[in-house]
């Protein structure tokens, strides 16, 4: 899945001809987002995911200044977090402006759920987890349709069956224990020393820990870089 801001700029051929004689009108804005979200969809489908879609409602008297480039129309926002986005649709030509168009948009396809009910620290596993289909963008914390982006982390809640897994449901396991025995490394360019410490908390990768260093009973603060080992700059 795509979790990207969609953009595309609309060569229209039916404004080209009448832009210079009279302004935007609500039709060719209509033109424009119908064209952007058929894009969208198709480029969803590649994906797996099937996308419906509907625009709102312009006065039919709308009328901008007529734009001397293509125009262009881009989400306003996620479109996998909400089902009402809105499309912003914008003239950067001499006479330039922009407007918000509301569309409602579904993107329907797989999504991972909790296979069985499940508990707070557990580690995932593949039987843990089962794909089922879902609106996915109704989902507005953000539905994960990978399995490899569970297995093996941890619940920070436990769940019910059935449950779509979004990514404040989970986090990594820690890399280093609160007591373990860690190599800390020091290295600048292409020199570098390891000691053997012992760390003070857990933490996972990327994370910062404070660490004791056993030779120099010094604290220092560290970066986990892998499970039992960790990293000061020098």
């Known amino acids: 899945m795509r979790i990207t801001k969609f953009f595309i700029t609309l060569l229209m051929s039916t404004f080209a001809g009448t832009a210079l004689a009279a302004g935007t009108t609500a039709e060719q804005i209509y033109q424009g987002a119908e064209a952007f979200l058929e894009t969208f969809a198709r480029e969803q489908a590649k994906e797996g995911f099937s996308v419906a879609h509907d625009t709102g409602e312009l006065d039919a008297r709308l009328s901008l200044a007529p734009c001397d ?66 609106i996915v963008n109704s989902i507005r914390r953000g539905a994960i349709t990978s399995a490899e982006q569970l297995i093996g982390m941890e619940m920070r809640r436990g769940v019910n069956a059935g449950t779509v897994f979004t990514p404040d449901l989970i986090l990594a ?62």
Request: hydrophobic share 40%.
């Open 173 to 234: 396991p820690a890399a280093v224990e609160r007591g373990d025995h860690v190599i800390i490394s020091a290295s600048s360019g292409n020199f570098s020393v390891n000691s053997r410490g012992r760390a003070l908390a857990s933490a996972g990768v990327g994370e910062q820990v404070r660490v004791e260093n056993l030779s120099s009973s010094r604290t220092v603060r560290a970066r986990v870089v892998a499970p039992g080992h960790v990293e000061i700059p020098m």
């Open 69 to 134: 480039a293509p125009l262009s129309v881009s989400f306003s926002g996620d479109p996998w977090k909400t089902t009402q986005p809105s499309l912003l649709v914008s003239c950067e030509g001499e006479r330039p402006w922009r407007m918000f168009l509301p569309v409602s948009v579904t993107i329907t396809g797989d999504a991972m759920v909790a296979a069985r009910p499940l508990g707070r620290g557990e580690r995932l596993t593949q039987s843990a987890i089962q794909a089922d289909s879902v």
